[in-house]
């Protein structure tokens, strides 16, 4: 007699316990238990930064950079992904996110945490930071604190530095509501003309003069006393305004959907359309409109209907509306005990000693590894000066994503090009809000005779590489870096980022090959020491966990230990939860947003889900397969997201060298998982909790620049080719 066959219930519930010791259901099959939803996990890494700013550990003036920081960052995230949810809403476009719900769900959502977390940030600074700033005697002004002497000065600075730059903009029948450009402070007043006519006038603050005023001081330990370019502009609107009486004046600000598409499709000339796609950008919709508290209802209803926004974003600050203008307080203080200790990046061993003339061979000899800030930036451009006066030099070819206002590394390819060499550069000009510094970068490169991409139709060319020819002895023999983060000096001193330099051959082969594929019509994917999305680094990535399940199931060691930005791919972490069931034990490190839940029974066991928030953004993608006592280890450029692993150009490298290996796992990773001081760990539900309870203490930022600092002794002198 066969045995009755039961049927597979559709659900399987388990039960787990939360931080507080209460038991939580989760159906592992429903999308809103099996994954956490991007937008919310974005959030919770916006809040792991507004708590820096309440950390003791941090100097004052960090903990305020810290409140400014995730001010600015909310920017971007009103501007990108609340732009592109609003968008859907409003077109009724029912795209869900990777936990089921729809953009109107995710909306209210984020509403919803955003309303407590704003009300955190007022708290921090009105109960915190600024009792302890005047405690240092650093203080922001209000005009009844205003004495005559200030007032004289102040009137003075005004007529001086930003009447002759203001334009009071009046709205009547024969003059229209002027158009309102994203993220600029404004003034909206109320005029009385007669007693019979009362009319409305827009006046923008100008960004060309700083945000905070700083008083004169007589002595290096006077009192820092600050005005807010806003009040000094309401406190002379007579000067404006002559023979007409001001009824009202509140500041408001609004924010524009930036996340618009760019029909690169229906291009002919890709720099001519994302020109005109940024001038586009500046009329986007309206997604949160800022208003001064005190503000008169009839006021607000006109700038409502005005500038497009619906009743749900305006939002009435009891404060100010522009947090970030304390970046400009902080760089006019000058107290180092209030900052950072500052830290001088280390020259790499390798790179120290007679450079000139061996700078080459070093890398002939073998990969080097660099790791910014703790590393200096130096050898990147040394590779290109010295691929620019080297004679035998005979190419250089070189992705750019984000080089920032400088660009000592585009100088560089400029020196090359006047050296004579053939030089070619992708230019990424979609690169969100860099694109007009690329593209004048872009014309600049040009203009020289470099041969300059603007980037692929549907594709972001986000990996960092460099490729340099050089004719030598043997034939020509490349030369590559790969890097995580972008060919930025600026950034390489506060992003924690990875740079390997070989001379490998097989290295230099692919990456040739993705340069003809980038600048030509080269369909090649055949990648062996490279993995390239996006042609096959899904399936090379997917190949690598699922050789780690296979591992486990046969009762050998098996291990994951990954560090990136970003987690959002919905397959990888399916992926990802099957190797948990099988027993590999899986450790991530994921700065930002993580659509992983760890720590589920059934389906996440094995899982264990960091984030490090500190001194440093960590940056860095670092991929460790344990492969049974044989690792394997890539990095790059790209995070486990959809639009890294699909839709962008992507590079990650081997490690060959099993020096760079240990360093990278028991050094890098190490140190950031075990980190008490910087590291939040992510429970099932979503939330984050502080480790720093946890001992021994330990900060991996401080830590790193002890080791590299330690490490920076005189290598031997090499032998030139």
Request: some cysteine; hydrophobic content about 40%; charged content about 30%.
């Amino acid at each position: 007699m066969s045995a009755k066959k039961t049927k597979k219930p559709e659900t399987e519930v388990v039960l787990t316990i939360d931080q507080e010791g209460a038991a939580v259901q989760y159906d592992v099959h429903d999308k809103r238990d099996r994954y956490i939803n991007r937008e919310y996990s974005w959030v919770a890494f916006n809040e792991r930064v507004l708590d820096q700013a309440k950390d003791l550990r941090h100097p004052l003036l960090e903990r305020v950079r810290f409140l400014a920081i995730f001010a600015n960052n909310l920017h971007e995230f009103w501007m990108v992904r609340v732009g592109g949810l609003t968008a859907l809403a409003l077109e009724h476009v029912e795209e869900r996110a990777i936990d089921g719900r729809t953009p109107t769900q995710q909306l209210h959502g984020i509403k919803r945490r955003l309303e407590a977390t704003l009300r955190e940030q007022e708290r921090i600074w009105r109960e915190e930071l600024e009792p302890a700033l005047e405690a240092e005697q650093i203080t922001i002004l209000e005009p009844e604190a205003w004495d005559d002497d200030i007032r004289a000065y102040l009137t003075d600075y005004f007529e001086r530095e930003i009447f002759p730059i203001l334009t009071p903009l009046a709205v009547d029948p024969g003059r229209p509501f002027p158009h309102i450009s994203n993220l600029s402070l404004n003034l909206a007043l109320q005029v009385e003309l007669n007693p019979e006519t009362t009319r409305f006038a827009r006046l923008k603050i100008p960004t060309s003069v700083p945000r905070m005023v700083l008083l004169p001081r007589e002595r290096h330990d006077s009192p820092y006393r600050f005005v807010r370019i806003e009040a000094l502009v309401k406190e002379n609107l007579d000067a404006l305004f002559p023979g007409v009486r001001i009824l009202s004046a509140h500041s408001f600000r609004l924010v524009r959907d930036a996340d618009q598409p760019l029909a690169e499709h229906e291009a002919n000339d890709l720099l001519m359309a994302m020109e005109r796609h940024l001038r586009r950008r500046h009329f986007g919709r309206v997604v949160r409109l800022e208003l001064e508290d005190g503000m008169s209802e009839q006021v607000r209803q006109m700038l409502i209907e005005n500038t497009g926004a619906t009743a749900n974003a305006a939002v009435t600050m009891t404060m100010a509306l522009d947090w970030t203008s304390l970046f400009d307080l902080i760089s006019q203080v000058n107290k180092p005990e209030l900052k950072y200790r500052s830290y001088t990046p280390a020259m790499p061993v390798v790179f120290q000693e007679d450079v000139e003339h061996s700078f080459f061979a070093r890398l002939r000899m073998g990969d080097r590894l660099v790791h910014h800030p703790y590393d200096s930036f130096d050898p990147v451009l040394e590779l290109l000066r010295h691929a620019a006066r080297d004679p035998r030099v005979v190419a250089i070819k070189q992705t750019l994503y984000r080089v920032g206002s400088h660009a000592p590394v585009v100088k560089a390819l400029l020196e090359a090009r006047r050296a004579g060499k053939q030089v070619a550069a992708m230019v990424e000009l979609k690169a969100r809000f860099d694109e007009e510094s690329n593209i004048e970068w872009a014309k600049t490169l040009e203009e020289e005779g470099v041969h300059v991409l603007y980037g692929l139709i549907g594709l972001k060319t986000h990996a960092k590489v460099t490729l340099v020819v050089r004719r030598e002895s043997a034939g020509l023999r490349r030369y590559v870096h790969i890097g995580t983060g972008n060919y930025n000096a600026g950034t390489a001193r506060i992003y924690t980022d990875l740079g390997l330099f070989t001379a490998r051959p097989e290295v230099g082969e692919d990456a040739s090959q993705l340069f003809n594929y980038l600048t030509g019509f080269s369909a090649y994917s055949r990648y062996t020491a490279l993995s390239v999305a996006p042609h096959g680094l899904r399936h090379d990535l997917t190949q690598l966990i699922q050789r780690e399940r296979d591992l486990a199931l046969d009762g050998r060691p098996a291990e994951l230990f990954f560090k990136m930005n970003s987690l959002t791919d919905g397959e990888i972490i399916d992926h990802l939860y099957e190797a948990s069931q099988a027993g590999v034990q899986i450790k991530l490190i994921v700065r930002g947003a993580c659509c992983l839940r760890p720590g589920v029974p059934g389906m996440s066991d094995n899982i264990e889900v960091r984030s490090v928030v500190g001194r440093l953004l960590e940056h860095s993608r670092i991929y460790y397969f344990g492969n049974d006592g044989n690792a394997e280890i890539l990095m790059g450029s790209a995070d486990l997201m959809g639009r890294n692993i699909d839709r962008r150009v992507e590079v990650l490298v081997r490690v060959a060298e099993e020096a760079h290996k240990e360093y990278l796992h028991d050094v890098v990773l190490a140190s950031c998982w075990n980190d008490t001081i910087n590291n939040y760990e992510l429970q099932p539900n979503g939330e984050y909790i502080s480790r720093q309870d946890k001992e021994p203490a330990l900060d991996s930022h401080r830590f790193l620049m002890d080791w590299h600092t330690l490490a920076a002794i005189k290598p031997p002198v090499m032998d030139e080719d």
